[in-house]
């Protein structure tokens, strides 16, 4: 695998190939790469500036009308090209392309691929919301806070942590879907140890466990 820098957005790539928007820090680019580094696969890296607001120009909002990181252009040997933004679904769309093994993802025919479609529909509607909006409220100063949405938000953060811990508690082998790491794990950790409130250890044991154990991978560096 080599993560080729692009400089700029005029540079030419030679088909086939991959390109990743991404911006400094982003946990949701941070999936996506981690899954094209387990994969071996070879792509470009394109930062953005957000301190010039790049993810709001033009040419970008042409990528990605909603302004944001990661996009991911993958255009193949015939020169057909996909544009496709939203970190759950450029992580299903590379899996169901290049893991053809599924080594980190479910096929279609495989049962375990609804149960990696429910959680990662839980995860997207309910889970990460709350996350964001916890983040959101906590960075302002207290006075600033809006308690009815942080304590909506923690509440909810509570019960998610809660449903997380069964399902590895029931799976008991360390990984959210299936008896090896997924697309379901990737997608999910950053945003579970995002923030400055993280989750109380010893009520959620094996979310705990399950942190340590992808934390030792080094996949999010
Ligand atoms: N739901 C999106 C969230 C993407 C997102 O919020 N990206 C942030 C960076 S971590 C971004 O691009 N923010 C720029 C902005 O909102 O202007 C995903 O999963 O890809």
């Not at 005029?10 to 999936?31: D, M, T, V």
Request: hydrophobic fraction near 40%; charged fraction near 25%.
């Amino acid at each position: 695998m080599v993560c080729h820098i692009v400089n700029s957005k005029e540079e030419k790539l030679e088909a086939p190939y991959l390109k990743l928007y991404s911006a400094g820090a982003s946990p949701f680019a941070k999936k996506v790469k981690a899954l094209l580094n387990l994969l071996k696969l070879d792509y470009h890296l394109l930062n953005l500036d957000f301190s010039k607001k790049e993810q709001k120009e033009p040419w970008f909002l042409e990528i990605n009308p909603r302004g944001k990181v990661p996009v991911l252009e993958h255009v193949d040997s015939n020169g057909n090209k996909v544009v496709i933004s939203e970190s759950l679904a450029i992580l299903n769309y590379i899996a169901n392309k290049f893991d053809t093994k599924r080594e980190f993802s479910f096929s279609f025919d495989d049962p375990l691929y609804y149960d990696a479609l429910e959680w990662s529909i839980y995860y997207v509607s309910t889970f990460e919301p709350a996350k964001v909006q916890q983040f959101i409220q906590l960075k302002q100063p207290v006075e600033e806070q809006n308690r009815q949405i942080l304590e909506k938000a923690n509440a909810t953060l509570d019960d998610s942590f809660g449903f997380l811990e069964a399902k590895l508690k029931k799976n008991n082998n360390g990984f959210l879907v299936g008896d090896h790491l997924s697309i379901v794990d990737l997608f999910a950790y950053p945003c579970v140890v995002f923030g400055s409130v993280t989750f109380d250890s010893e009520k959620f044991p094996f979310v705990k466990a399950w942190t340590e154990k992808l934390d030792s991978l080094k996949l999010f560096e």
